[in-house]
């Protein structure tokens, strides 16, 4: 008898068969040719031997249960490889419906995370128990991958729990469940709290119900809820178009759609014909772009950047125990609570108690709602808090061997608070700056140990966003540069690195995006279709309520000093034709954004939006103006992804993961795309596509679209923005 490796077949003398994955070749077990081969020789055996079987466990042997897809095979795919691809997922697919319908009991004991495929397998067992480890999650995150569950999670779903619960649980946002919330909602049938007793659950059914059957295969199954057809159904179909665009904000998401149609088509065939649609609809997913951008950001790019592929070789890993927060305010009480949350101590100074022990009440006010929401436990927040000590006075610095300052954004500040703590700190206490703009170069003359100091800039709010940029100056040694890279790891967050320029890369970059959106408004534009292009592209944010956040005199006042900067230096200033729509709204009309109540939008007494400002619709929109919508669109995208262009020629990004890591998860650059060189690489007609588009916008537009040299050689020399590593 076949004897696989990649599932080992043990048999114990009572008929009972524990198919245990465990990929010889990988860390994890993924759906990858060895493993499609295993099951089909194992699902062979058990029907040849099925009469001196009695039963069926399916574990793992590996810390995770099952990894789902190999994302190495899907992002290759293509349209010529598709049918390839297509065959054996239908394969895998019927000979996990062969297993289901043995006769026998089948048990998934689910030993770790079971996402993706690995969630599927256990859908295609007529028991499903889970071990309550930390960290095990459960559920289909295709979805954020711009794929669909191909292994028979849709269908299966669909009939487990009904079309609705299917869809809004499980496969449209790609919940990751724990192993209780899993339960809960009806995703598995059991919990465990060892391993033991996982596979005494398991063994305990198999006992209790020895010729299993799947509800779908018993008769007179209906799918729960009704199918569309069913006036139950009828009732919350209005209900999908508006969770679609909720979720997509109308942007360019394939998997959505697919997943809908798949989940609805299929509910109204019998089961061999929902998988073949199940099937169809994945490969149209896999074979497309927007799969291989998501794909290459959220998984490849996202990996290399964690992993340290930019942190220094040769230095040691360091742990940080106690920082000093300088400045209470909205970074500096956002960055002591995320410090606290990693078991850091924490000494956050401000010019008064007063004013610190206001920024401890923030992490005050995180943990309440933690607790209230179940998320912590009171003693956990309780000894969080207890690890923030808010002062004025800098002798309660001593010995911190990190600090991290975040008072207001001026030069001569930042230089007078280093100087005044710079000798009570740890000798070679770790220097970082959570600057927004300032060149971190100048900002070190103002320390003694210039090696020692970093950029380390957040993003708020600092509990949610999960990016920091670090910012390497030109004195900075790769000891500090190693120490801020870990001490971010430490902290849960995901670091990218930069070279030291103006802005960096990620606050100069979204300043394009925003005077786009604000040059529309100076040519005539109606201001809300710029709104709605910007919504439609797949910014989270719509640019002019972006820019009211901002406040309209922050471009002014950057403007005014990187003016000087280039002057200085000898160069001439190129004007944005922003900037006579910024000077206006706030000189002409007094409307500075919405912390002055007044921007591009209307503000109530309580800071509440209202509607765009009628005065925008007088003094600026003129009839005949309208552009197509897919040039204000690419006008947004282009300016972002040309001026990351530039950043790589001029060396202040030197890792495409970083660029891409960083425009998704600090500045919200469209996820679809898979961040903002992805973007390039993944455009209609590749990085010559690109480049024709590019001129095409500069002709019509001005210079500023005009492609930069790297660029264009890169075109023609058929590149594509990649890290060789
Ligand atoms: P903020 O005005 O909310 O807070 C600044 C705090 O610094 C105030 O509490 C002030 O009392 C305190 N402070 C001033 N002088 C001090 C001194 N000598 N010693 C100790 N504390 C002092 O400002 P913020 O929005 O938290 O920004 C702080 C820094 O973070 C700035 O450099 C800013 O550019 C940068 N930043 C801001 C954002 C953002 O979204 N707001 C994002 C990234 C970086």
């Known amino acids: ?187 598995i049938d059991d919990v465990a709290a060892t391993p033991e007793e996982l596979l005494a659950k398991a063994r305990a059914f198999i006992d209790a119900n020895p010729e299993s059957r799947q509800p779908w295969d018993r008769p007179g199954y209906r799918i729960p809820g009704g199918t569309p057809a069913h006036p139950k159904f009828a009732a919350n179909l209005p209900a999908f178009p508006a969770t679609l665009r909720k979720q997509t904000g109308g942007a360019p998401y394939p998997a959505p759609r697919a997943i809908l149609a798949a989940a609805v088509e299929g509910s109204q065939v019998d089961f061999e014909t929902a998988q073949v649609i199940e099937a169809r609809y994945f490969v149209e997913l896999a074979a497309g772009q927007t799969s291989k951008n998501m794909i290459q950001a959220f998984f490849f790019d996202l990996q290399a950047v964690n992993s340290g592929a930019n942190r220094p070789r040769g230095t040691e890993p360091r742990q940080v125990r106690r920082v000093a927060v300088l400045g209470a305010g909205m970074m500096g009480a956002g960055i002591a609570y995320s410090c606290a949350r990693a078991g850091i101590d924490v000494v956050l100074k401000d010019v008064t108690a007063e004013a610190a022990a206001k920024g401890k009440g923030h992490s005050e006010k995180l943990c309440a709602k933690a607790v209230s929401r179940g998320r912590t436990t009171q003693e956990k927040a309780d000894a969080l808090l207890a ?32 100087q005044e703590i710079e000798p009570i700190l740890a000798p070679d206490a770790l220097l970082c700056s959570n600057t927004s703009t300032l060149p971190i170069t100048a900002l070190a003359e103002g320390v003694e140990r210039q090696e020692d100091f970093i950029g380390l800039h957040f993003f708020s709010p600092v509990d949610k966003m999960p990016l920091v940029e670090i910012i390497k100056g030109e004195r900075t040694g790769d000891e500090a540069l190693a120490r801020a890279f870990d001490l971010v790891r430490q902290i849960r967050k995901t670091p990218i690195v930069v070279n030291d320029s103006r802005g960096f890369f990620t606050s100069r970059v979204i300043g394009h995006f925003i005077n786009e959106g604000v040059a529309m408004v100076g040519e005539g534009i109606e201001p809300a279709s710029i709104e709605q292009a910007a919504a439609q592209a797949g910014y989270p944010a719509k640019v002019l309520s972006l820019m009211d956040e901002l406040t309209l005199t922050l471009p002014q006042k950057i403007r005014r000093e990187s003016k ?150 890169k075109a023609e020399r058929g590149e594509t923005f990649t890290d060789a590593r």
Not at 644 to 654: A, M, Q
């Open 564 to 713: 000087l900067a280039v002057e200085e230096a000898g160069g001439t200033w190129t004007a944005h034709p922003a900037e006579a729509v910024i000077d206006r709204m706030v000189d002409e009309f007094g409307r500075p954004g919405r912390s002055g109540g007044a921007g591009f939008y209307e503000y109530a007494e309580d800071g509440g939006r209202g509607a765009l400002w009628p005065g925008l619709r007088e003094h600026f929109t003129r009839a005949g103006t309208e552009i197509p919508f897919r040039d204000m669109q690419e006008r947004m995208l282009f300016s972002e992804a040309l001026d990351t262009v530039r950043l790589v020629e001029e060396g202040v990004l030197t890792s495409v993961a970083d660029a891409n890591i960083g425009s998704l998860f600090g500045i919200g650059f469209p996820g679809w795309t898979g961040g903002v060189l992805q973007y390039v690489n993944g455009y209609d007609g590749g990085l010559p596509g690109f480049v024709a588009r590019a001129r095409e916008l500069a002709a019509r537009y001005g210079d500023r679209f005009t492609p930069p040299a790297l660029l264009v050689e």
């Open 387 to 418: 690890r923030i000590t808010p002062t004025a006075d800098p002798a309660d610095l001593a010995g911190c061997d990190a600090v991290i300052e975040a008072v207001f954004e001026d030069t001569a500040l930042k230089h007078k608070v280093f």
């Open 1 to 187: 008898m076949t004897e696989s490796t990649t599932i080992r077949w043990e048999q114990d003398r009572t008929g009972l068969v524990t198919l245990v994955l465990d990929d010889p070749n990988q860390s994890a077990n993924t759906m990858n040719a060895a493993f499609r081969a295993s099951l089909a020789a194992v699902t062979d055996r058990l029907e040849a031997e099925k009469d001196t079987i009695r039963g069926v466990i399916l574990t793992s042997a590996k810390k995770t249960f099952f990894a789902g897809g190999d994302l190495r095979d899907l992002i290759r795919v293509t349209p010529e490889t598709a049918r390839e691809l297509f065959d054996g997922g239908l394969e895998i697919k019927r000979n996990l419906r062969r297993i289901e319908t043995l006769g026998k009991p089948v048990v998934a004991a689910m030993n770790g995370a079971a996402l993706g495929g690995g969630y599927e397998l256990a859908l295609a067992c007529h028991h499903r128990v889970a071990l309550d480890a930390p960290g095990a999650k459960i559920g289909c995150p295709e979805v954020t991958l711009g794929l669909l569950p191909g292994g028979g999670g849709v269908v299966r779903t669909v009939r487990l729990l009904g079309i609705a619960d299917a869809l809004l649980k499980v496969l449209l946002q790609g919940t990751q469940y724990s192993p209780q919330k899993a339960l809960r909602n009806g995703l």
